[in-house]
Antibody, heavy 126, light 107 residues
Framework: EVQLVESGGGLVQPGGSLRLSCAVS????????MSWVRQAPGKGLEWVAT????????YYVDSVKGRFTISRDNAKNSLYLQMNSLRAEDTAVYYC???????????????????WGQGTMVTVSS | DIQLTQSPSFLSASVGDRVTITCRAS??????LAWYQQKPGKAPKLLIY???TLQSGVPSRFSGSGSGTEFTLTISSLQPEDFATYYC?????????FGQGTKVEIK
């Protein structure tokens, strides 16, 4: 069964750090780009970061650049998000998601997030 | 950054209604658009990718269309299980962005 299971969320004070993990099973983890998406309470979805299969390319939303680091361990089938200098506005449910290529035409490949974890809650508060 | 604006933000409809949600991009994104459905307390579910391709296992009453800057998600005959919030997402260029969501409620 294809599964993504996040862990590591919790309550942290402003300025603190937290490391989220996403354990993957049911597919060849090393073959896929992976991403983190967050959702603040009662709000919409926000893409946070994406990492290439071998970790050689990483992309971040501006609001977390310099504070968050996405990484992966293909031997452990795990995705991570190291979050430092946390702020109240980082409070959200954090989802990991598989970046899947639906199909490729002669010129472009079209992807989407086809598998999502259940999410882990991060609360930044004093 | 590419902004996605969904309309309407809220929609009240009855079972059996035809429902259309629009997603407008602030600049052209070709067909690099996906649609998701999210129910309360659950992770999003992929419905449509490449603007108009139905994800495997998704009922055929869902369809997507559009290219460039204007896109639509249509539910041909709303079912009780379709009451949820729907999001569009552009994957044309980083930072990837989502629309603000459209909540479909029971009339």
């Amino acid at each position: 069964e294809v599964q993504l299971v996040e862990s590591g969320g919790g309550l942290v004070q402003p300025g603190g750090s937290l490391r989220l993990s996403c354990a993957v099973s049911g597919f060849t983890f090393s073959s896929y780009w992976m991403s983190w998406v967050r959702q603040a309470p009662g709000k919409g979805l926000e893409w946070v970061a994406t990492i290439k299969q071998d970790g050689s390319e990483k992309y971040y939303v501006d609001s977390v650049k310099g504070r968050f680091t996405i990484s992966r361990d293909n031997a452990k089938n795990s995705l991570y998000l190291q979050m430092n200098s946390l702020r109240a506005e980082d409070t959200a449910v954090y989802y990991c998601a598989r970046d899947w290529i639906g199909y490729c035409s002669s010129t472009s490949c079209y992807d989407a997030f086809d598998i999502w974890g259940q999410g882990t809650m991060v609360t930044v508060s004093s | 950054d590419i902004q996605l604006t969904q309309s309407p933000s809220f929609l009240s409809a009855s079972v059996g209604d035809r429902v259309t949600i629009t997603c407008r991009a602030s600049q052209g994104i070709s067909s690099f658009l996906a649609w998701y459905q999210q129910k309360p307390g659950k992770a999003p579910k992929l419905l449509i990718y490449a603007a108009s391709t139905l994800q495997s296992g998704v009922p055929s009453r869902f369809s997507g269309s559009g290219s460039g800057t204007e896109f639509t998600l249509t539910i041909s005959s709303l079912q009780p299980e379709d009451f949820a919030t729907y999001y569009c997402q552009q994957l044309n260029s980083y930072p990837w962005t989502f629309g603000q969501g459209t909540k479909v409620e029971i009339k």
